[in-house]
C-alpha cells in the first residue's frame, strides 16, 4: 500500500509566526479560539431584533386592548427572547482585561 500523504507535509508543524503578518497571524489566532464568533453575533443580533419587533408589537396590542389574554404570555415570550439573546451576546463577547493601576 502506498502512503497516501505527500512526504513534505507534516501534520504537526507549526506555523512560524514570522512568515506572517502580525496583523494576519492575530486574526488567526483570534479564529482559532473562537471558531464561528461573527456568525453567533450576528444570529444573537437578528434573533434579539425579531424578539424586539415582536414585543414591540405585542405591547401595542396589549395599550389597544385586543385580545390581552394572549398578548400578555406572547409579550412575556418576546421579552424573554430578547433578554436571552443580550445575555449570550454579553457571554459571547471577547474578553480583554485592562491592568488596574494600584
Do not use: C
Request: no cysteine; aromatic share 10%; glycine share 6%.
Amino acid at each position: 500500500m502506498a502512503n497516501s500523504t505527500p512526504k513534505n507535509r507534516n501534520p504537526s508543524r507549526k506555523i512560524n509566526p514570522g512568515q506572517l503578518s502580525p496583523e494576519k497571524y492575530a486574526k488567526l489566532k483570534a479564529e482559532a479560539k473562537a471558531p464561528y464568533r461573527v456568525l453567533r453575533q450576528f444570529i444573537y443580533l437578528a434573533f434579539g431584533a425579531s424578539g424586539f419587533i415582536g414585543a414591540f408589537v405585542f405591547l401595542a396590542q396589549l395599550a389597544a386592548g385586543h385580545e390581552v389574554t394572549t398578548a400578555l404570555p406572547n409579550l412575556a415570550l418576546q421579552i424573554g427572547v430578547v433578554a436571552l439573546m443580550v445575555w449570550l451576546f454579553r457571554l459571547d463577547r471577547p474578553t480583554e482585561r485592562k491592568p488596574r493601576a494600584d
